[in-house]
């Protein structure tokens, strides 16, 4: 079964630091990874996503660095903000396919 | 914009009724998804539909139904309730299946079976 593996479970991060979350999955047969972010009570929405043709993909501070030789791939969120805490997804979608293969989601929260 | 509504949002079942949890999205999407959430679990797929009429199962459809009549709606039905189907229901909709179409996803039911 394919699966994918997201690391920490749960994150504490001060104002103004980085927040670091990682996944890793077990097919090389994937064409898509993004990431989700939800909060409390709201469904997830979609934040930034890469192709595996693309090492690196910035978005404001939010910034996607994929490894394909490690299958690993990681979401950094910089200069972070209260207003950032909220549970992250990472996603991958297997080639041929539009479903999703979610990670189990990391509960990030920054202190003022 | 509505996007994707779900209701209700919050129910508890005996085990062994029945309910079904609505979906309806305003956005004209042709591709639809139920989801459930369970802690530390991530989000599983549990039915998903590409157009009206056209229903698949996804990877935990075991005690569910699933129908999709018009392009708005797509409701999840329970038909004997067990306290195993606990969890938060997450509705979605894409415009296609293609790989830049974001899920929009609803804001969820919660639903506990004691």
């Known amino acids: 079964q394919q699966q994918v593996k997201q690391s920490p479970q749960s994150l504490i991060v001060q104002k103004g630091g980085i927040s670091i979350i990682n996944c890793a999955y077990e097919n090389t047969a994937f064409d898509y990874f993004p990431w989700y972010q939800q909060f409390p009570g709201k469904g997830p929405a979609l934040l930034i996503a890469?192709?595996?043709?693309?090492s690196e993909k910035k978005e404001g501070r939010f910034t996607i660095s994929f490894n394909k030789s490690a299958k690993q791939f990681s979401l950094h969120i910089m200069d972070s903000q209260p207003g950032d805490s909220a549970t992250y997804f990472c996603?991958?979608?297997?080639?041929?396919?539009?479903?999703?293969?979610f990670g189990t989601g990391t509960r990030l929260k920054v202190l003022a | 914009n509505a996007g994707v509504t779900q209701t209700p949002k919050f129910r508890i079942l005996k085990i062994g009724q029945s309910m079904t949890l609505q979906c309806t999205q305003d956005?004209?999407?042709?591709?639809m998804y139920w989801y459930r959430q369970d802690p530390g679990m991530g989000l599983k797929l549990i039915y998903y539909?590409?157009?009206?009429?056209?229903?698949d199962k996804g990877e935990v459809p075991n005690g569910y139904n699933v129908s999709r009549s018009t392009t708005e709606d797509f409701p999840l039905r329970l038909e004997l309730a067990a306290p195993s189907q606990t969890s938060v229901y997450f509705c979605?909709?894409?415009?296609?299946?293609?790989?830049?179409?974001?899920?929009?996803f609803g804001d969820g039911t919660r639903l506990s079976i004691l």
């Open positions: 979605a909709s894409s415009v296609t299946g293609g790989l830049n179409q974001p899920q929009h």
């Open positions: 890469i192709r595996p043709d693309v």
């Open positions: 996603a991958a979608i297997p080639s041929g396919t539009y479903k999703y293969i």
């Open positions: 539909s590409v157009g009206a009429g056209i229903t």
């Open positions: 956005m004209n999407h042709n591709y």
